[in-house]
């Protein structure tokens, strides 16, 4: 196989799989009523002059299933995290007892659910989307391959075929993605 068409499939996966990743981040941050650290890890904290991210300031828990707790490594710091939550528009009202925070996750309504599910539904089309376009710009190089003679019609045509079981394994990992999400955002 011409070295141009293995580094081309390497490509196009790589490019699948960072759509894939994409989504797994996208996918996180859309609650579903179920507590996560990972709901809050995007809030950023002043810590000595830097902006930095909550994670790398507290320890981040989830003692059950609607609650997120945070304790601060320095007590200091629990005005400006509780402050940081608040000003994120993540909808969280934190609770500070002095030692650490504590945010209750609530049940979403129906009607919330149900937006989520379409912001889910959303995110999971901008994946296929990425994946069609990795495909797309893989045939197109072909093309360019075939019409310059560097690569035979079969050889054209075997690697368009395998670029389009990559384009089909992906898209049904999106597929499976948005339907755990879906069942994890309507079971209350």
Request: charged share 35%.
């Amino acid at each position: 196989m011409n070295d141009e068409i293995v580094m081309l499939i390497d490509e196009s996966t790589e490019r699948m799989e960072h759509a894939i990743a994409h989504l797994d981040h996208e996918l996180a941050h859309i609650r579903a009523g179920k507590a996560s650290p990972r709901m809050i890890e995007s809030v950023v904290v002043e810590y000595y002059g830097a902006l930095t991210p909550i994670m790398q300031v507290s320890n981040v828990s989830t003692p059950d299933a609607r609650t997120i707790a945070i304790q601060p490594w320095d007590k200091k710091m629990i005005q400006p995290i509780e402050r940081a939550i608040i000003n994120s528009n993540l909808g969280f009202n934190p609770e500070n007892n002095g030692e650490f925070i504590r945010i209750n996750v609530p049940v979403p309504t129906e009607e919330r659910r149900r937006n989520l599910v379409r912001d889910a539904h959303k995110e999971g089309e901008t994946a296929k989307v990425s994946i069609r376009s990795a495909r797309k710009d893989g045939n197109d190089y072909l093309k360019k391959l075939l019409k310059s003679k560097e690569i035979s019609e079969d050889e054209e045509k075997d690697t368009v075929d395998k670029i389009q079981l990559l384009t089909d394994k992906f898209t049904k990992k999106v597929d499976d993605m948005i339907a755990t999400k879906e069942k994890e955002i309507l079971t209350v």
